[in-house]
T-cell receptor, first 113, second 112 residues
Framework: GAGVSQTPSNKVTEKGKYVELRCDPI?????LYWYRQSLGQGPEFLIY????????DSGLPNDRFFAVRPEGSVSTLKIQRTERGDSAVYLC???????????FGPGTRLTVL | KQEVTQIPAALSVPEGENLVLNCSFT??????LQWFRQDPGKGLTSLLL?????REQTSGRLNASLDKSSGRSTLYIAASQPGDSATYLC???????????FGKGTKLTVNP
C-alpha cells in the first residue's frame, strides 16, 4: 500500500477482554514502531521492531501488553485483560532501513468500557 | 531522560500571518528532530525531518530550524492559511535510539 494502514480504526471492548490491533507498514520498511496517544498528549513510545525481532520494548507499560511481527511485515499489538486506563489511540509507524523519518498510520482508537 | 516542550500550547492567528512554533528538548545528544501535523481524529503526517548535522529544512511554506547545542527548534509557517489549522507536534530521538519522544503539541487555528 501507499502508506501505513491500521485496523480496526475503532475498537470498543469491555474491561477484562482481550484485544488485537493490527498494523501494515509501508512495503519494504524494515522498522516498525508502536506508540500510544492519550487525549491532549503527544504519542508515547511502546515498542520498536527491526525485522521480526523486538529491538526495544522498553515502553510497554506492563506484561498485559505484547506485540509480534512474525514475518517482518505486519505487526499485531495484543492487550490482555484490558483496563479502562488502556483507552487511547494506538499509532503505528514504519521507516526504511537506515532511514530516519517515521511515517505514521491513522491509528486505532481503543475504548475500554 | 529526554523531555520535549512545545510553546505555545495553542495559537490563533488571522489568515496570511507568518508564525513561529517553538520546541525545546532537554538532551542535546539527538540524531534527528521531526515535525508532524495532526488533524483532529487523524494520525500524524510528517512535515520535516532535520538530521543533527543540519541546521534547517524547508518544504514549501514551512521552514524548520535546529539549534542542537541549545536544545531548540522552530517551525516557521509563512502566509498561513485556514487549511494549516491543526496540531503541530515536535519529536526527537532519545539518546540516539530509534524511539521518538514527543511534545504535547501546539494547536494552531488560522482564522479566515
Amino acid at each position: 500500500g501507499a502508506g501505513v494502514s491500521q485496523t480496526p480504526s475503532n475498537k470498543v471492548t469491555e474491561k477484562g477482554k482481550y484485544v488485537e490491533l493490527r498494523c501494515d507498514p509501508i512495503s519494504g520498511h524494515t522498522a516498525l514502531y508502536w506508540y500510544r496517544q492519550s487525549l491532549g498528549q503527544g504519542p508515547e513510545f511502546l515498542i520498536y521492531f527491526q525485522g521480526t525481532g523486538a529491538a526495544d520494548d522498553s515502553g510497554l507499560p506492563n506484561d498485559r501488553f505484547f506485540a509480534v511481527r512474525p514475518e517482518g511485515s505486519v505487526s499485531t499489538l495484543k492487550i490482555q485483560r484490558t483496563e479502562r486506563g488502556d483507552s487511547a489511540v494506538y499509532l503505528c509507524a514504519s521507516s526504511s532501513l537506515g532511514g530516519n523519518e517515521q511515517f505514521f498510520g491513522p491509528g486505532t482508537r481503543l475504548t475500554v468500557l | 531522560k529526554q523531555e520535549v516542550t512545545q510553546i505555545p500550547a495553542a495559537l490563533s492567528v488571522p489568515e496570511g500571518e507568518n508564525l513561529v512554533l517553538n520546541c525545546s528538548f532537554t538532551d542535546s545528544a539527538i540524531y534527528n528532530l521531526q515535525w508532524f501535523r495532526q488533524d483532529p481524529g487523524k494520525g500524524l503526517t510528517s512535515l520535516l525531518l532535520i538530521q543533527s548535522s543540519q541546521r534547517e529544512q524547508t518544504s514549501g511554506r514551512l521552514n524548520a530550524s535546529l539549534d542542537k547545542s541549545s536544545g531548540r527548534s522552530t517551525l516557521y509557517i509563512a502566509a498561513s492559511q485556514p487549511g494549516d489549522s491543526a496540531t503541530y507536534l515536535c519529536a526527537v530521538d532519545e539518546g540516539g535510539s530509534e524511539k521518538l519522544v514527543f511534545g504535547k503539541g501546539t494547536k494552531l487555528t488560522v482564522n479566515p
